[in-house]
């Protein structure tokens, strides 16, 4: 099963509306992390925002808002008053608990937000 | 503090060939992944390094190997290059490997296969 899934490959927005990128995430761990990171067109990777699996408020960060919904598995990114610079490609991540065998990053499949002016 | 560095940005090699690129990490930082960009697979995970060891790896064949030194720098080798190994290669480092740390990336090192 995918850890993270992102049914939107592609979502469009006017310029100065709100917009929520969806993000569904599979994992037995009751401790875990849950990442959103921005792509532009220049191929960066820029690191948003995060929420712990333990934290009750949702995690926000100036225009950026974590939608978390521990009970079904998701994670939602929500961009208020879109700007045609948050127009990139958006992944949504999870890291568990450290194991023995490890604990790696796992990405969605991206989705690419364009910003209509 | 300076950002992840990956050097070098452009590489251009022809098949056979062998490639290796290199990260240097946020100061204090001691984990380093490495991840492949393509159009078509998206964002796969290559490995993981913590502390001069490989705690992970993904998918990929032995041709992809790759090291952590003691100052957290690292690099990625890839040997017998092929046409599908055309990629942005993608370095991120992160304090240490807790669920609740973010991996902050480089710009990248854009691998071009002739």
């Known amino acids: 099963a995918q850890k993270i899934t992102q049914t939107q490959p592609g979502m469009f927005v006017q310029e100065k509306e709100a917009v929520t990128l969806d993000c569904t995430y599979d994992t037995s761990d009751q401790s875990y992390g849950l990442f959103w990171y921005k792509q532009p067109s220049s191929g960066e990777m820029i690191f948003l925002i995060y929420?712990?699996?333990?934290?009750?408020q949702n995690a926000t960060e100036g225009r950026y808002s974590l939608n978390f919904q521990k009970a079904r598995k998701s994670a939602n990114l929500v961009i208020s008053a879109s700007q045609l610079g948050d127009s990139a490609m958006y992944f949504c991540?999870?890291?568990?608990?450290?194991?023995?065998?490890?604990?790696?990053?796992?990405f969605g499949t991206g989705t690419s937000l364009t910003v209509i002016p | 503090k300076a950002g992840v560095t990956q050097t070098p940005r452009y590489l251009i090699k022809t098949r056979g060939q062998q490639v290796t690129l290199s990260c240097s990490p946020i100061s204090g930082h001691r984990s380093v992944s490495w991840y492949q960009q393509t159009p078509g697979q998206g964002l796969q995970f290559l490995f993981e390094y913590f502390s001069e060891t490989q705690r992970n790896k993904g998918n990929f064949p032995g041709r992809f190997s790759g090291r952590q030194f003691s100052n957290s720098r690292s690099e990625m080798n890839v040997s017998t290059l092929e046409l599908g190994d055309s990629a942005l290669y993608l370095c991120?480092?992160?304090?240490?490997?807790?669920?609740?740390?973010?991996?902050?990336f480089g710009d990248g090192t854009r691998l071009s296969i002739l």
């Open positions: 991540a999870m890291r568990e608990r450290q194991d023995r065998t490890g604990n790696q990053f796992y």
């Open positions: 929420q712990g699996s333990y934290d009750e």
């Open positions: 991120a480092s992160s304090p240490g490997t807790g669920a609740n740390q973010p991996q902050h």
